[in-house]
């Protein structure tokens, strides 16, 4: 049977599931979590998949679910959801908006929202388990269901990876995997080749010499060498790398002192790094430690400079066959609402585990923003200030169409193999 009319099948379960799906969303949203604290979730995504009939692994890099349903002979797919939040202040206005607050992994209270759609693929992937579960007689293989924690920090992927994973689970044949957008509900968008940035964040400490705000002639003042070496890092980007080298140098946090009159003794600066080629990669961080160290030395600096990297996301490199294969389905299903992904500067793990395993893999986009609200700004020329982006305190996707269409791209996807 043709893949078209065997996804038509196994989605005639969609409206059945419809009701759960949705309660169980707004109950994600309203009790995010925080990377590798996801046990709630863990426990609730665990509990559907066992109805469904699954094998189930948990506590897999700490919070992680697999979830394995053998169904005869044929490929292994896997698809992944990620399940964490961020530390933000909901301010959605909806009516089961996150209230939540929490101890962070530094002990600090914080508030929690899943701003950046994390519920969504929660809900998604155990709403297309659940359909391929029940229709079983219309595909054969192995369908893998893996929930991952802490993609927000970097190393959710990783942790699954270093606990085992690659034994608990089949051989696997190809691995899949979405994310919600700030693009119009109903839509999902395919990208051959690297489609998501590699991200770096550097914490910098430069050092001066401490004093009064009054004989600044005393001391090495951070603050004027913080500032300098900012600017001349804007430079990195616009004279150092090729026009056509898409690439993004951030500097999002400057900290010195504690009072006006006090010149401080060091300066602390936070910077991130998108780009899409190890080459383009190597030669911006380089450059970073270039700048900074030679400003310290303009500057008189009394220590050298100390450099930490963090929060570090791997290129997302689509493979094209693979990749090709997807947009098949999805133009036989989704018609015009089947379009083309531009690159995204955003970054992710979900590779680390395809390329740990060894296996192609494809990621793609689904719009969350209501349709019309998004071609009103469109029409205005505003979409950049009337819609809200992930990790905006006011990312919140409609929950209809974007379930459904979260939903079908998964079973569409994964019925191209199985």
Request: hydrophobic letters at 40%; glycine letters at 10%.
């Given at each position: 049977m043709?893949?078209t ?5 196994v989605l005639?379960?969609?409206a059945?599931i ?17 990377s ?5 979730t863990?426990?609730?995504?665990a509990?559907r ?7 189930v692994?948990?506590?897999v890099?700490?919070?992680?679910v697999?979830g394995?349903?053998a ?13 964490d939040?961020?530390?933000?202040r909901?301010a959605?206005?909806?009516s089961y908006?996150s ?17 950046c ?8 992937l155990l709403?297309a388990?659940?359909l ?8 054969s293989?192995?369908?893998i269901t893996?929930?991952q924690p802490?993609?927000?920090?970097g ?6 990876i270093?606990d085992?994973l690659g034994?608990?689970?089949?051989k696997?044949d190809v691995?899949?995997?979405?994310h919600?957008l ?11 080749g ?6 770096d964040?550097m914490?910098?400490?430069?050092h001066?010499?401490?004093g009064?705000?009054s004989?600044?002639?005393a ?5 004027v ?5 900012v600017i ?7 004279r150092?790398?090729?026009p ?9 946090s400057i900290?010195?002192?504690?009072k006006?009159?006090?010149i ?22 380089g450059?970073?430690?270039?700048i900074?160290?030679a400003e310290c030395?303009?500057s ?6 100390e ?5 570090r996301?791997?290129v997302?490199?689509n ?7 997807v947009?098949?389905?999805f133009?036989?299903h ?5 379009t083309a ?5 955003a970054?992710e ?6 390329t740990?395993?060894g296996v192609?893999y ?8 209501d349709?019309d609200?998004y071609?009103?700004?469109?029409q205005?020329?505003r979409v950049s200030?009337d819609?809200p982006?992930?990790h ?6 409609v929950i209809?169409?974007?379930?459904d ?8 996807a994964?019925l191209a193999w199985l």
């Open positions: 043709a893949t009319s065997r996804g038509v099948t005639t379960g969609l059945g419809r009701g759960w799906q949705e309660e169980l969303y707004r109950d994600l949203h309203q009790h995010p979590e925080l590798h604290q996801e046990r709630r863990a426990g609730l995504v509990g998949l066992r109805a469904a009939g699954f094998s692994h948990e506590g890099g700490g919070t992680g697999v394995v349903l169904n005869g002979d044929g490929p292994a797919v896997l698809l992944r959801a990620d399940m939040a961020l530390p933000i909901e959605t206005g909806l908006a209230t939540v607050t929490v101890a962070d992994a530094a002990g600090n209270e914080v508030p929690v929202m899943h701003a759609g994390h519920d969504v693929h929660v809900a998604c709403g388990a659940q391929l579960a029940d229709a079983a007689e219309h595909w293989g192995t369908l893996l929930f802490a993609e927000e920090v190393d959710g992927a990783r942790t699954m270093d085992r034994e608990l689970l089949p696997v691995a899949l995997a979405q919600v700030p693009a119009p509900a109903g839509v999902v968008g395919t990208h051959p690297p489609v998501l940035s590699a991200a964040s914490r910098i400490t430069v001066g010499r401490g009064h705000g004989m600044p002639q001391t090495v003042d951070p603050v060498l913080a500032a300098m070496i001349r890092l804007q430079t990195v980007i616009s150092e790398t090729a056509g080298e898409a690439a993004v140098l951030t500097v999002g900290a010195a002192g504690t006006s009159n006090v401080a003794d060091h300066a602390v600066i936070q910077l991130n790094v998108r780009t899409y080629g190890d080459a383009t990669r190597t030669a911006i961080l450059a970073i430690r270039r900074v160290v030395h303009a008189r600096s009394p220590k050298d400079p450099f930490e990297l963090f929060d996301f791997p997302t490199i493979d094209p066959d693979t990749t090709a294969r947009a098949d389905a133009g036989a989704f018609g015009d609402r089947s992904m531009p690159q995204q500067t970054s793990d979900f590779s680390d585990i395809p740990a395993l192609p494809t990621y793609w986009g689904v719009g969350g923003i349709p609200t071609r009103t700004a469109e205005a020329g200030q819609v982006v992930n905006s305190a006011t990312f919140a996707p209809q169409p974007t379930l269409t979260g939903t079908e791209a998964l079973v569409v994964a």
